[in-house]
């Protein structure tokens, strides 16, 4: 895929959602890092379900670890792997509050040193909450990447960084939260909506649907 594909592709991408964020329900960087840890595996919809319960209870370090492990999980049960996610919250809490006066890190290697945080998941807080131009790479993103051209790649690093590379730089800031919305609801994964998609005539998928 050339330079003015891509380009042309994130100016339709722009017009037609000019301030995408992301579908977790959030107030705070360290609400967004708790429904990020949530969200592996699961559902935001679920996720937002569990935080529309917990957030007004607690949503600080503090108040989190107040509620110890068995209190966590009561409000998180019904999101999968919710043991180890409590688990990982918890230790999670107690570091931030040892070792960052309670507050979400703005750098990489510290948001990657907190239990239950890998890179996906240092990735959306850098962008969501700090505005760095990262690219969280989830599953949406991979097959888009690839599926389209636009910065194909065998491992999700590979797209990764492609992506940061490929992607013209007015876009950076937004281009994953775009690639999210557009792998969850149009490129979907079995049947891609190919009639129904702003890019089809730039994308170059060779077995598109009609």
């Not at 003015?4 to 107030?27: C, D, G, V, Y």
């Not at 708790?34 to 607690?58: C, H, R, W, Y």
């Not at 108040?63 to 180890?84: E, H, M, P, Q, W």
Request: with cysteine.
């Amino acid at each position: 895929m050339n330079k003015a594909k891509r380009q042309a592709i994130f100016e339709r991408l722009r017009e037609a959602n000019p301030n995408p964020t992301t579908e977790l329900n959030f107030s705070t960087p360290f609400e967004l890092l708790i429904a990020v840890i949530l969200s592996a595996q699961a559902t935001d919809k679920g996720v937002n379900k569990a935080t529309a319960k917990l957030f007004p209870e607690a949503n600080t370090p503090q108040a989190i670890l107040g509620l110890g492990v068995d209190g966590l999980k009561r409000y998180i049960k019904t999101i999968g792997l919710f043991n180890s996610k409590a688990e990982n919250i918890i230790k999670t809490c107690r570091i931030l509050l040892d070792e960052h006066d309670g507050e979400v890190p703005a750098e990489r290697t510290a948001l990657e040193a907190l239990p239950g945080v890998g890179r996906k998941t240092a990735n959306v807080v850098l962008n969501t909450a700090f505005g760095q131009p990262t690219m969280a790479v989830d599953t949406h993103i991979f097959r888009v990447a690839n599926r389209t051209a636009i910065a194909p790649g065998k491992t999700v690093l590979e797209v990764e960084k492609r992506l940061l590379r490929l992607v013209p730089e007015e876009f950076l800031h937004d281009a994953h939260h775009w690639l999210i919305l557009h792998g969850r609801y149009t490129c979907v994964a079995r049947k891609p909506r190919c009639g129904a998609c702003l890019i089809e005539d730039l994308c170059e998928f060779r077995h598109k649907t009609e």
